[in-house]
């Protein structure tokens, strides 16, 4: 399976686009909203530029494509006022791989800036943006051409498939159950990809240039931990069972692993570290139920259980389509998929009505070194 060419979020308005179920990334970006703006007000008050080049990296599609920009300009914007200094143009760049909804963001682009223009009373500078198809593992922009760049949960995606897991056996992705070796290629790809990220956004940045990245991680060192294997051992239990009822192929399952690494605080700053092309100025970690309607409501979780848990497992179902569906049918065809995610949604609900289950977040802000 060539990742680059399979993966992307399910695009359009339909009840299984991400644009639908989205709304625990959505609640993931308003939390790291402080320290988005912290970044960027520290960068334009150090530089002033005319023209301000932002990115954003795996920006997918539907409403939270342009959450985060929308509160990069703001920021900027009152700086501005404050500094009683002009506005400056916007470049925006928004890049994901070939097969993402690119057509739903620039059909958006005109009610979205005609919104941050009614917000913004005493006006914004001009706002230009552009799609950029292709995989951040990679080069994507100029040298030296952009001064911010965000990525929100699109990092712990890996560039391919570790080579050496073809003994994970009736698992996804690392499981308790997985041998050593599984754990060590998984690491070793996400050292890779990161590293490379790494180099490749520092030649694409300006000196002094931020970056804020966000994915999703574990706090354990631990990485077969339950807090990030969770949702894919549950997956392998709907597989399996369609394994024993002949509906899917042994090596089928076996032949199967998702393209994902979530990593720990640790692992993170010791690649940046590695690196050493940037300065770590804050490195933040929260946990978010998987359950979207918890993330929302300010009541405690016993009191939540009647009003949402009842859709919980739905919800999460829904959430794990929207962003694995392409890859699940590239694998095991179309036909079965309905049934993979009804008997997923299956195992949530019973597993969800006995237990919390979260997703711990990482959040890293950094400066490119001069």
């Known amino acids: 399976m060539k990742v680059a060419q399979v993966l992307h979020m399910n695009g359009g308005v339909g009840e299984a686009s991400y644009g639908n179920n989205s709304l625990v990334q959505r609640k993931g970006i308003s939390l790291t909203k402080p320290l988005i703006e912290e970044a960027i007000t520290t960068l334009y008050s150090s530089t002033l530029p005319r023209s301000l080049a932002i ?12 959450l985060a920009i929308s509160d990069i300009i703001k920021a900027v914007e009152n700086l501005c006022l404050q500094l009683k200094h002009k506005s400056p143009e916007y470049k925006v760049f928004m890049n994901d791989l070939p097969g993402n909804d690119f057509n739903s963001i620039f059909k958006s682009l005109d009610s979205f800036k005609e919104k941050l223009r009614d917000e ?23 040298n030296r051409s952009l001064h911010f760049i965000h990525s929100s949960y699109s990092l712990h995606w ?13 698992n996804i ?35 002094g240039g931020r970056m804020v990245l966000t994915f999703v991680g574990r706090r354990s060192d631990d990485p077969s931990t339950k807090e990030c294997c969770y949702i894919w051992d549950l997956m392998a239990a709907a597989l399996n069972d369609m394994v024993l009822q002949g509906k899917i192929k042994e090596e089928q399952l076996d032949t199967y692993n998702m393209p994902v690494y979530y990593p720990s605080p640790n692992e993170v700053k010791l690649e940046v570290l590695k690196e050493g092309s940037f300065t770590i100025n804050r490195l933040d970690v929260f946990e978010m139920n998987w359950n979207p309607s918890y993330n929302w409501n ?5 009191s939540e259980i009647s009003e949402s848990l009842s859709d919980g497992g739905y919800n999460v179902a829904q959430l794990v389509r929207a962003g694995t569906e392409p890859l699940l049918v590239s ?9 993979v995610f009804s008997r997923y949604q299956e195992i949530l609900t019973d597993r969800m009505s006995k237990e919390k289950t979260e997703v711990t977040t990482i959040t890293i802000s950094l400066t490119r070194n001069t």
């Open 55 to 66: 990115a954003d990296l795996g920006c997918s599609s539907g409403p939270n494509t342009l």
């Open 120 to 142: 913004i009373e005493t006006g914004i500078g001009p706002c230009y943006f552009y799609g950029v198809p292709g995989s951040f593992h990679g080069r994507v922009l100029h």
């Open 158 to 170: 890996l560039s391919k498939v570790p080579e050496g897991v073809e003994n994970n056996k009736g």
């Open 173 to 207: 992705y690392i499981a308790s159950t997985s041998p050593s070796n599984v754990l060590k290629a998984y690491y070793e790809q996400f050292q890779r990809d990161f590293s490379l990220f790494l180099k490749c956004r520092a030649e694409e940045l300006v000196e």
């Open 298 to 302: 300010a009541f405690d979780f016993e």
């Open 331 to 339: 694998h095991f065809g179309e036909a079965i998929i309905d049934e």
